[in-house]
């Protein structure tokens, strides 16, 4: 960090805003318009059509740009959207890597849209660069990674796998949704861009749906500010004002996620109900000591084998603060069975070949009292 570079709180504060010129208003106002007075024919003061660009869009892309160290952002309307807008910046015969045990939503996107669109897909586990180098072909353009992954916690190590795209002339995206910029930073370790859902932990508070993706590579920004006018998968100005609002706590809510997190992780381990633990921040997890190194927190995402459908269920209906339900990173604590749920378009025979299993239970683990979700794990999980 430069002398003079604010903190990370401070960034996540302030960064890409200014109190509003015309009324000193401190929050960037929500500029809920379709359209820009011009003062000329091609005279206008940088806005011309809200889906080209918006003032309230434009403060969020410059504030988690700021928060990844990237010099740029483009905001979508929803996480697959900023994916598949990266995708799309390849051209039908192009090859794409992806990670083998990625969100369902992504692997739904590339094996049942994408790749009818001419695109060439592998699906490797990424977990040992060997693994990605072997896939690589001549025509292989970018590499797509989720570490942590969703929902088995797999680590990818981001500089090895920066080093095999970059040597073959292909982009290295990293989904950080999970980590955060908080505890990661995939640009300070090669990556050419970073992709979030931002309805997770950006956002904090399960009220908006959105994406991102950031990035200091001239190429690739133009390619996304052509495809948010193209295509025109853009969030509102009410979506990205949330969003904006969220990011202002991220650090403070991710202290206090990361610290839950742990003590669930470690609780969990501890109970012969519970046949394993899937969290990088437990020293059992086989990737712990590459986590320590590119991860500077764990977060509050973790996963648990129970073993059968009927003891997942069980679990499920019998929490009282874990919410049954989709989506993750909210202060609130949620739980899920990925099987039948957020990997539930997966083809069965893939969600094993995957490792996930009907007994996988997924814990996203709130900023309540710690004491008070594990007394609710406790009474719930089945003896």
């Known amino acids: 960090m430069a002398d003079n570079e604010p903190?990370?709180?401070?960034?996540?504060?302030?960064?890409?805003?200014?109190?509003?010129?015309?009324?000193?208003?401190?929050?960037?106002?929500i500029y809920q318009t379709s359209t820009y007075a011009q003062e000329g024919i091609g005279v206008h003061k940088g806005f011309e059509y809200a889906r080209?660009?918006?003032?309230?869009?434009?403060?969020?892309?410059?504030?988690?740009?700021?928060?990844?160290?990237?010099?740029?952002?483009?905001?979508?309307?929803?996480?697959?959207?900023?994916?598949?807008?990266?995708?799309?910046?390849?051209?039908?015969?192009?090859?794409?890597?992806?990670?083998?045990?990625?969100?369902?939503?992504?692997?739904?996107?590339?094996?049942?849209?994408l790749s009818r669109l001419g695109l060439d897909?592998?699906?490797?586990?990424?977990?040992?660069?060997?693994?990605?180098?072997?896939?690589?072909?001549?025509?292989?353009?970018?590499?797509l990674i989720e570490t942590p992954t969703n929902p088995l916690m797999h680590i990818t190590d981001i500089a090895a796998a920066a080093e095999i795209a970059h040597a073959r002339d292909a982009w290295l995206v990293v989904d950080n949704t999970f980590a955060t910029p908080y505890f990661q930073r995939p640009l300070a370790l090669g990556a050419d861009a970073v992709v979030h859902?931002?309805?997770?932990?950006?956002?904090?508070?399960?009220?908006?749906?959105g994406g991102l993706v950031l990035t200091s590579n001239d190429e690739l920004i133009e390619g996304l500010r052509f495809m948010q006018k193209s295509a025109g998968a853009v969030p509102g100005p009410m979506d990205c004002w949330l969003v904006l609002r969220g990011t202002k706590t991220l650090h403070v809510r991710m202290q206090a996620h990361d610290r839950n997190g742990r003590r669930i992780a470690e609780w969990l381990e501890a109970d012969d109900r519970v046949q394993q633990v899937f969290f990088a921040g437990l020293p059992s997890h086989p990737?712990?000591?590459?986590?320590?190194?590119?991860?500077s927190g764990f977060g509050g995402m973790l996963s648990l084998e129970l073993g059968s459908r009927e003891r997942a269920d069980?679990?499920?209906r019998a929490t009282r603060i874990f919410t049954l339900a989709e989506s993750l990173g909210g202060v609130e604590s949620l739980i899920s069975?990925?099987?039948?749920?957020?990997?539930?378009?997966?083809p069965k025979e893939l969600r094993e070949e995957m490792g996930i299993t009907e007994g996988l239970v997924r814990l996203s683990v709130g900023?309540?009292?710690?004491?008070?979700l594990i007394e609710d794990l406790d009474r719930a999980l089945p003896r």
């Open 197 to 209: 859902s931002s309805t997770k932990y950006l956002n904090g508070h399960s009220d908006v749906v």
């Open 367 to 372: 900023i309540e009292d710690v004491e008070d």
């Open 121 to 143: 897909f592998s699906f490797v586990d990424t977990r040992e660069p060997q693994a990605i180098e072997a896939a690589i072909k001549e025509e292989t353009r970018l590499i």
């Open 287 to 295: 990737q712990h000591e590459l986590a320590k190194r590119q991860m």
């Open 314 to 316: 069980a679990f499920c």
């Open 337 to 346: 069975v990925p099987a039948a749920m957020t990997h539930g378009a997966v």
């Open 52 to 113: 080209v660009s918006n003032p309230t869009r434009t403060a969020l892309e410059a504030n988690v740009a700021a928060l990844e160290g990237a010099e740029y952002g483009a905001a979508f309307s929803s996480g697959v959207a900023a994916i598949e807008a990266v995708a799309k910046l390849r051209s039908a015969g192009d090859h794409i890597i992806c990670g083998s045990n990625v969100y369902g939503g992504t692997d739904r996107l590339f094996r049942q849209v």
């Open 7 to 29: 903190r990370f709180g401070t960034r996540a504060v302030h960064a890409g805003q200014q109190p509003d010129p015309t009324t000193g208003a401190i929050m960037t106002p």
